[in-house]
């Protein structure tokens, strides 16, 4: 009877978690709605947010098992390997949207005739009064 009662609290612990996950996932407003950066960074963020969201509930399934076990030996396990494969992606991210941005950077200094360092080029952009 004790073992039954145990099971079905891990079974409504296991689905109010899934729950919370499903909840949290929601797709964020994009930090990038200005018309100063491009679709391929508003596509860019998506994608790493679906990404972030994936590794996020791989990270969730594989630490309940861990969570259960009454040793904790499988948590040294799950652990360092969830904040590892967390750290790996969220420096490629990083990479990934810091190059994006600067190919946004360069098409705007390029559309208002500016240099990288904010100085006119000689070139006239769309809102020269010449």
């Known amino acids: 009877m004790a073992i039954r009662a145990l099971q079905s609290a891990r079974a409504v612990g296991t689905f109010l978690s899934l729950a919370v996950l499903t909840?949290?996932?929601?797709?964020?407003?994009?930090?990038?709605?200005?018309?100063?950066?491009?679709d391929e960074t508003r596509?860019?963020?998506?994608?790493?947010?679906?990404?972030?969201?994936?590794?996020?509930?791989?990270?969730a399934l594989m630490s309940m098992p861990?969570?259960?076990?009454?040793?904790?030996?499988?948590?040294?396990?799950?652990i360092p390997a969830g904040l590892a494969a967390r750290e790996a992606f969220r420096r490629q991210a990083d990479a990934r949207m810091e190059a994006q941005l600067a190919k946004d950077q360069a098409e705007f200094y390029r559309r208002y005739g500016l240099n990288p360092d904010g100085s006119p080029s000689g070139r006239k952009g769309p809102l020269s009064v010449d």
């Open 23 to 38: 909840n949290c996932q929601s797709s964020p407003q994009s930090s990038f709605d200005s018309p100063v950066f491009s």
């Open 66 to 78: 861990a969570a259960w076990d009454p040793t904790g030996a499988a948590s040294l396990v799950t």
């Open 43 to 59: 596509a860019l963020e998506k994608q790493l947010d679906a990404e972030a969201a994936a590794l996020g509930t791989a990270q």
